[in-house]
């Protein structure tokens, strides 16, 4: 079965400091991997794409990176906001003509002044 | 551009009610998607058409029609309104009708709650 693992579940920290989320993924065959920010109260917002030739990807202060050897993607914001405050999503998708994407459940990040 | 229009943002119906939730884009892209995002849970996929005229099942599709008349328009048909189907609905929207390399846009959502 397709999953996504998304660590950690919540995550405090000061404005401008860095911070690292963690997405672990099962889904095969790879295709794609996707970043969303979801603010409290509305639809998601795309951070990146990343297909399995890409390993790096920059969206201003967000950085993703993908491991498609070890199924690993990780999203690195730097010198964080508050605005930053969100929930972070993994979605990966399968190729071979599958439409429904497996979606991690999130990482809650609260960025204090 | 208005992106992915929902409506309503929030609606109370009572067990057994019947309503529809409506999803507009202006994009003119092909593929549109109902989702369902529950606490603690991940969005799940509740329909899908990859264009007009037609569509097809996700995850969870009992309890749910759809149709796709227009590439602008996808409703989503609550039929009979049960408290499990108590969530916020999110509806999205991509140019590909292959989703699995492009960016997704989505709705503000709508708030449903069953009572």
């Known amino acids: 079965k397709n999953q996504v693992e998304q660590s950690p579940q919540s995550l405090i920290i000061l404005e401008g400091k860095n911070c690292t989320l963690q997405c672990n993924y099962t889904v095969s065959p790879f295709s794609n991997l996707r970043w969303y920010k979801q603010d409290t109260g509305r639809g998601p917002v795309s951070l990146t794409i990343?297909?399995?030739?890409?390993n790096t990807k920059s969206n201003g202060r967000y950085t993703a990176t993908l491991d498609a050897d070890t199924k690993q993607s990780s999203l690195h914001i730097t010198a964080s906001q508050l605005s930053d405050s969100a929930s972070y999503i993994c979605v990966v998708s399968a190729s071979g003509g599958s439409y429904i994407p497996t979606f991690g459940r999130g990482t809650s990040l609260i960025v204090h002044p | 551009n208005a992106g992915v229009t929902q409506t309503p943002k929030f609606q109370v119906l009572k067990t057994g009610q019947s309503m529809t939730l409506q999803c507009a884009q202006d994009?003119?892209?092909?593929?549109m998607s109902w989702y369902r995002q529950d606490p603690g849970m991940g969005l799940r996929l509740i329909h899908y058409s990859v264009g007009a005229g037609i569509t097809d099942q996700g995850e969870v599709p009992n309890g749910y029609n759809v149709s796709r008349s227009t590439t602008e328009d996808f409703p989503l048909r609550l039929l009979s309104a049960a408290p499990s189907q108590t969530s916020v609905y999110f509806c999205?929207?991509?140019?590909?009708?292959?989703?699995?390399?492009?960016?997704?846009?989505f709705g503000q959502g709508t708030r449903l709650t069953v009572v």
């Open positions: 994009m003119n892209h092909e593929y």
């Open positions: 999205a929207s991509s140019y590909s009708t292959v989703p699995t390399y492009t960016e997704a846009f």
């Open positions: 990343m297909t399995f030739s890409e």
